[in-house]
């Protein structure tokens, strides 16, 4: 890439305005979150796959899965109560997706290079996508988690609620996390169709659906392993019985872990960018 190419800046400005960097993460991250909000108000159809989507799959697997409930010490009679906290995940982990559309897009239209050139820390660059990412979650948990009361399932508790929001929240800054580190070495929309295909697989091969009891081969397997088990174990609780240690623990280890690897990958995606 030629020097004239306003894409990259040098290390040399980044040392000179090293001191300055740290100073702004926060304003800047909050102005790129606002940015996001101000282009859903805009285009208000970015929402249409946040929304709709969790309750496609809610609706549907309440219906396509109703007789898992039949099954000898399935821990809940009412189909619901499975069924909405995943499809809450779920919303959460799309808002991920949508945070990496707008950052293909602005690299796509010469926007991104404008905020690597501006004098703000390169940390803004990353936490204001992710930022976007947890607000973006809120529109799904705050019409799956109404509409799902509404059609039968049991209030969670206001503990348990917490606990989903702070799940949602969680898997948003994951799905965000991978959804940039994809982004950031391929830089372009096109992209998103592996972002697409890695969060549906980590959300399937899990036991989003059904129990790890009855999966059986290379399925029970893949559920044991995938940390998206331990966080909707964490994320049911309170419709799936009272709150517990037991189930919040390995939940928040799986969370910790993820989003530390996730967040080296969106890390070294942003720097080999650079280069």
């Known amino acids: 890439m030629s020097a004239s190419t306003p894409t990259r800046t040098t290390n040399v400005q980044q040392t000179a305005l090293g001191p300055e960097l740290h100073v702004r993460v926060g304003p800047v991250a909050r102005a790129l979150v606002r940015r996001s909000l101000v282009a859903i108000t805009r285009v208000p159809s970015a929402l249409v796959p946040i929304l709709l989507m969790p309750v496609f799959f809610m609706i549907a697997f309440t219906g396509s899965y109703s007789a898992i409930t039949n099954i000898p010490g399935f821990p809940t009679d009412n189909i619901f109560n499975w069924f909405v906290p995943y499809a809450c995940v779920q919303g959460?982990?799309?808002?991920?997706?949508?945070?990496?559309?707008?950052?293909?897009?602005?690299?796509?239209?010469?926007?991104?290079?404008?905020?690597?050139?501006?004098?703000?820390?390169?940390?803004?660059?990353?936490?204001?996508?992710?930022?976007?990412?947890?607000?973006?979650?809120?529109?799904?948990?705050?019409?799956?988690?109404?509409?799902?009361?509404?059609?039968?399932?049991?209030?969670?508790?206001?503990?348990?609620l917490l606990i989903l929001a702070f799940t949602s929240a969680t898997v948003s800054i994951m799905s965000g996390l991978w959804a940039l580190g994809v982004v950031f070495r391929m830089q372009t929309q096109r992209s998103l169709g592996l972002v697409q295909v890695g969060i549906f697989a980590t959300l399937f091969l899990s036991i989003g659906q059904v129990p790890l009891a009855v999966m059986r081969g290379w399925l029970h397997g893949a559920a044991r392993v995938n940390p998206t088990t331990n966080l909707l174990r964490m994320a049911r609780q309170g419709f799936l019985g009272g709150v517990t240690w037991e189930l919040t623990w390995p939940g928040l280890v799986a969370a910790i872990l993820v989003v530390s690897g996730l967040g080296l990958f969106a890390v070294s995606g942003f720097r080999k960018m650079e280069k």
């Open 92 to 160: 959460a982990a799309f808002a991920g997706i949508g945070t990496g559309f707008s950052t293909a897009r602005d690299i796509e239209t010469g926007f991104y290079d404008r905020l690597l050139l501006a004098p703000s820390s390169r940390a803004s660059l990353i936490l204001g996508p992710v930022g976007t990412s947890i607000v973006r979650s809120s529109f799904p948990f705050l019409t799956v988690l109404p509409l799902g009361l509404l059609l039968g399932a049991d209030f969670p508790g206001v503990l348990g």
